[in-house]
């Protein structure tokens, strides 16, 4: 660490020890040298790339950190990739990355893959060619990273940001559009520019994502890597950014991306409803399973005191079983069956216990009215115990398997 830093910042190398000196970098440095890959992907940009290149290696010497440009191509007609190769001869750290044209989506995942796997990156970058990302904001967006979140948005829809002047108003509707289905169809409704090129992710969080499950090729790969992430829990902040029109090239954005970021965003809704929607079912059945129990129980002359925590019991684990088998199926967790229904035996004593001492303060305090109807209030604060400790706790997503 205290080579690499020395190594990184050479307007500092005054801070070299004495003969026989010691100091201690750590104090002064509390940050380690990351490896930070720039992600360009490009598409007919031999206008932009070679400038781009350029600026990017003004903003390298202003880091404390090892910075690399991964340019990813999509064997552009215009010869994009035979100016990134001349500029390879000039600078070590730029990397070049061909491949067929399937869509930015694609071309992310394939620079983030290499950048991962080959290039060992500790954060990497996700940035236009066409200067419509400022360089000089990289250190602005990699601050950030410094200072602890895992992903980081150029957003120009925060306090301080902005979109072009210039812009009319069907491109001003595309953007808020873009961004309004996001939002809230998506369901991104704390991000406020979710549909954002210009991003730093640290890699301990891209390494969790299966870019499989994704299931995009174009432009939705933004808000798609974002929805993955909120869910992963990762910390997320949005850095205000002016965006900048294109002054050479033009944008690739097109018909088929519109219609598969609008097809993202409801798939996402469904998915994550329809996880919803099974929890309730089963909360549902656990209601109707408890007060029949319970009802079967009173029948049968069993004590009411006894009666409300073995019907509570057996609904504990009817829920379980269904919410194994059918509503957290697609959570892969690392834990085996067994574990997880010890894990939702201690959840179920914690929510037993509120259902319980519930029904004990209401048959006390009311004992006129129906047990059945202190049993039923009595399930409402058990419920919503069960559903947080559970879904955050028993079925919690395995980091490694990255669902
Ligand atoms: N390799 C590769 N393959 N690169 C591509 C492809 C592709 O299929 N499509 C676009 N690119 C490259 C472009 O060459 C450019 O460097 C960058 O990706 C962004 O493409 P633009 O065409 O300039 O995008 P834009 O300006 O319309 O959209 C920008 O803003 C959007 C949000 O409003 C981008 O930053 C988007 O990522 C962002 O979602
Ligand atoms: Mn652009």
Redesign the pocket.
């Given at each position: 660490m205290k080579t690499n830093f020395l190594r990184q910042a050479p307007e500092l190398s005054h801070l070299k020890p004495e003969q026989g000196e010691i100091i201690d970098f750590t104090v002064q440095t509390p940050m380690a040298a990351l490896k930070i890959v720039m992600i360009?992907?490009?598409?007919?940009?031999r206008d932009?790339?070679s400038s781009m290149i350029d600026a990017l290696q003004a903003q390298a010497k202003k880091l404390l950190h090892d910075m690399h440009i991964l340019v990813?191509?999509?064997n552009?007609p215009d010869g994009?990739a035979d100016v990134v190769r001349t500029k390879q001869a000039a600078y070590p750290n730029v990397h070049l990355l061909m491949?067929e044209?399937?869509?930015?989506g694609?071309?992310y995942i394939r620079g983030m893959v290499h950048a991962m796997d080959k290039l060992h990156a500790d954060v990497v970058f996700?940035?236009?060619?066409?200067f419509?990302?400022k360089p000089e904001d990289v250190p602005r967006l990699m601050a950030a990273i410094d200072q602890g979140a895992d992903f980081v948005i150029g957003s120009?829809y925060v306090k301080g940001g902005s979109i072009p002047k210039e812009w009319g108003l069907l491109r001003r509707m595309?953007?808020l559009g873009?961004n309004i289905v996001g939002r809230y169809v998506a369901g991104l409704y704390k991000i406020r520019?979710c549909?954002?090129?210009?991003r730093a992710i640290k890699t301990s969080l891209l390494g969790k994502v299966v870019f499989d499950d994704l299931r995009v090729q174009?432009?939705a790969?933004?808000v798609a890597l974002l929805h993955k992430a909120v869910s992963l829990g990762a910390s997320i902040k949005e850095v205000p950014v002016d965006?900048v029109d294109?002054t050479a090239?033009?944008?690739?954005?097109g018909i088929s991306d519109i219609i598969e970021f609008i097809l993202n965003a409801w798939w996402i809704r469904l998915h994550s409803s329809k996880t919803f929607i099974k929890f309730a079912i089963v909360g549902l059945s656990g209601v109707i399973v408890n007060l029949g129990v319970f009802t079967l129980l009173l029948q049968a002359d069993v004590n009411k005191y006894l009666a409300s925590p073995i019907s509570i019991e057996v609904s504990i684990i009817t829920n379980f079983l269904l919410n194994n088998y059918w509503t957290f199926r697609w959570r892969k967790s690392q834990d085996r069956v067994r574990i997880k229904g010890l894990k939702f035996n201690v959840v179920s004593l914690v929510s037993l216990g509120v259902s319980y001492s519930t029904f004990i303060a209401l048959s006390v305090l009311f004992p006129e009215t129906h047990p059945v109807i202190h049993q039923l209030i009595g399930i409402a604060p058990a419920m919503f115990i069960n559903y947080f400790l559970n879904s955050y706790w028993t079925f919690k997503h395995a980091p490694e398997s990255g669902n």
């Open positions: 360009i992907p490009t598409y007919n940009e932009n790339i990813v191509d999509d552009s994009t491949g044209k399937a869509g930015l694609a071309a996700e940035m236009d060619a066409d419509s990302h120009r595309n953007s873009g520019d549909t954002a090129g210009f174009g432009y790969f933004q965006f294109r090239g033009e944008s690739k954005l």
